[in-house]
Nanobody, 114 residues
């Protein structure tokens, strides 16, 4: 059973930075991603990174967030800079295994004050 342990969420002022981490148990994953869900809104893709280090970002975070992964540690990171109040959400780690099975983390709260 794959377990995802997220960390790094919290409360920061607008313009600040946070770094999220998600450590995954098991073998290497084809895709590692971050999604977020704000109250009353649908879950949306924030950023994803493939096993070949190809990245993809949601339009609202391009230029501000950076996703990276450490395959030796089976960990994905999300560096979030220039944070805005609208970035407030629960952030979820998501991974897809080499067998195309999907796993979700429990979520970590990110709150940006204005």
């Amino acid at each position: 059973q794959v377990q995802l342990v997220e960390s790094g969420g919290g409360l920061v002022q607008a313009g600040g930075s946070l770094r999220l981490s998600c450590a995954a148990s098991g073998s290497i994953f084809r895709i590692m991603s971050w999604y977020r869900q704000a109250p009353g809104k649908q879950r949306e893709l924030v950023a994803s990174i493939t096993i070949g280090d190809n990245t993809n970002y949601g339009d609202s975070v391009k230029g501000r967030f950076t996703i990276s992964r450490d395959n030796a540690k089976n960990t994905v990171y999300l560096q979030m800079n220039s944070l805005k109040p609208e970035d407030t959400a629960v952030y979820y780690c998501y991974v897809r295994s080499l067998m195309n099975r999907d796993y979700w983390g429990q979520g970590t709260q990110v709150t940006i004050s204005s």
